[in-house]
């Protein structure tokens, strides 16, 4: 079964404004990791936030973790064309064993 | 430090054939972790695997899919018998030995694979 959902499936925006893309998950986890994804390209890890997290801050991004709705959010501030990519959920519920299950991702597209 | 090395980047094989792609980890990383992406979806896992030893294949197709991390050289993720549907980007991560508390991985480039 699908463990990550995430919404929207595409988001467009102006450079400057907030992108908020959130994710769903099914079952008890140890942590949530962020991903993003250029077009063609692997995967880069953007930020982990913890079960016992709530919120956790790095640079111009921002994440939620709520356990009790199984939910989270990844909030870009401020914007940039350089932005535009794939955003991915990815959540470890099996003990940190790198066993990663992906949502189907968030297609951000930040124009100039 | 060049990251984690994927090789080939793109490869075209009929229906039939076999496919071989190679990952070579990180420097410093001892585990290896293959997932598959099919077009427009996330990444879905295949196979965790340590020097020498499978750790976890839940993810791996019965049949025509292996997978091995040797001693000496890359880790391969081999596909016998290509058909259509195995066409798709196939993603090499890895991470340190005894990476506690939590895995960050770190991903390749993958191999794009299209089979005719």
């Given amino acids: 079964s699908q463990q990550g959902e995430e919404d929207p499936q595409a988001l467009s925006i102006q450079e400057g404004e907030n992108a908020t893309m959130n994710c769903s998950y099914k079952t008890s986890i140890n942590n949530l990791q962020w991903y993003r994804q250029n077009s063609g390209r692997g995967l880069v890890h953007l930020i982990l936030i913890r079960s016992n997290e709530r919120e956790k801050h790095s640079g111009r991004l921002r994440v939620t973790l709520d356990t009790s709705k199984k939910s989270s959010s990844l909030l870009i501030t401020a914007s940039r064309a350089a932005d535009t990519a794939s955003y991915f959920c990815a959540t470890d519920a099996f003990g940190n064993t790198g066993k990663l299950i992906f949502g189907q991702g968030t297609t951000l597209q930040v124009k100039p | ?116």
């Fill in chain 2, 1 to 116: 430090n060049a990251g984690v090395m994927q090789n080939p980047r793109h490869l075209v094989r009929r229906r039939g054939q076999e496919a071989r792609l190679r990952c070579s980890p990180m420097k410093g990383h001892s585990h290896v972790y293959w997932y598959r992406q099919l077009p427009e979806e996330g990444l879905k896992f295949m196979v965790y695997l340590q020097k020498e030893n499978i750790i976890d294949e839940s993810g791996m197709p019965k049949e025509r899919f292996s997978a091995e991390f040797p001693k000496e050289g890359p880790s391969i993720l081999r596909i016998q018998q290509v058909v259509r549907g195995d066409s798709a980007a196939y993603f090499c991560a890895s991470s340190p030995q005894g990476s506690s508390g939590a895995n960050v991985l770190t991903f390749g480039a993958g191999s794009r694979l299209t089979v005719l």
